[in-house]
């Protein structure tokens, strides 16, 4: 069955370190691929998406994801956290059938900021 | 072009009431999907439609919850006799096609069953 897996549940890194959130999918096809940020009480925001080519994904607020089929994987990363990064993070698989599709989402993970 | 649009954006139901919850797409979007996200958890697929059709509702719980959307006006997700398990963040997401190209989620809806 199609699934994705955060190994991580909470992540606290200090402001301007690097950040890496795992993201691992079980898919038997080649996959479409999300990052989502969410904000408290608020919706989801697109980071990312790969869905084909290049496998290193560029995103807005200078995330980016790289796609490793043979690892099964999508980690997202930022080479300079800032505080406003705080929220939490939902990766995201397409299941993508005959009429239509839908996403399948990981547990999510939390991202604190250290000052 | 205004986003997705979703309301109420915090609903308060006593157990046994019924909850509507409206979710207007983005212009020239005909793909709505429904998404329940329980407290500490991740979101979760409900039901997916297509103008006048219901293409998908494996995540709908059997009884009590049902989705339509018509030709004209928004998605309607129905919560009939609300218990306090239903207490939840319901997000609406479109898209303009099914390869979720140009897809965009809403608010959400934060109902609270007392």
């Known amino acids: 069955a199609q699934s994705v897996t955060q190994p991580d549940i909470h992540i606290t890194v200090s402001e301007g370190a690097s950040l890496e959130l795992r993201c691992n999918y079980s898919?038997?096809?080649?996959?479409?691929l999300f990052w989502y940020v969410q904000s408290p009480g608020q919706g989801l925001q697109l980071l990312l998406k790969y869905f084909s080519g290049d496998t290193l994904v560029q995103g807005i607020k200078g995330f980016e994801a790289e796609f490793k089929r043979s690892q099964s994987s999508f980690n997202l990363r930022k080479p300079s956290v800032h505080w406003s990064d705080a929220a939490e993070y939902f990766c995201?698989?397409?299941?993508?059938?005959?009429?239509?599709?839908?996403?399948?989402f990981g547990q999510g993970t939390e991202l604190s900021v250290k000052p | 072009n205004a986003g997705v649009m979703q309301n109420p954006r915090h609903l308060v139901r006593r157990r046994g009431q019924e909850a509507r919850l409206r979710c207007s797409p983005m212009k020239g979007h005909s793909h709505v999907y429904w998404y329940r996200q329980l407290p500490e958890e991740g979101l979760k697929f409900m039901v997916y439609?297509?103008?006048?059709?219901?293409?998908?509702e494996s995540g709908m719980p059997k009884e009590r919850f049902s989705a339509e959307f018509p030709k004209e006006g928004p998605s309607i997700l129905r919560i009939q006799q609300v218990v306090r398990g239903d207490s939840a963040a319901y997000f609406c997401?479109?898209?303009?096609?099914?390869?979720?190209?140009?897809?965009?989620f809403g608010p959400g809806t934060r109902l609270t069953v007392l």
């Open positions: 997401a479109s898209s303009r096609d099914r390869y979720f190209n140009e897809q965009f």
């Open positions: 898919y038997g096809a080649t996959p479409y």
């Open positions: 439609l297509q103008k006048e059709n219901i293409i998908d």
């Open positions: 995201a698989v397409a299941l993508i059938y005959n009429q239509g599709g839908k996403l399948i």
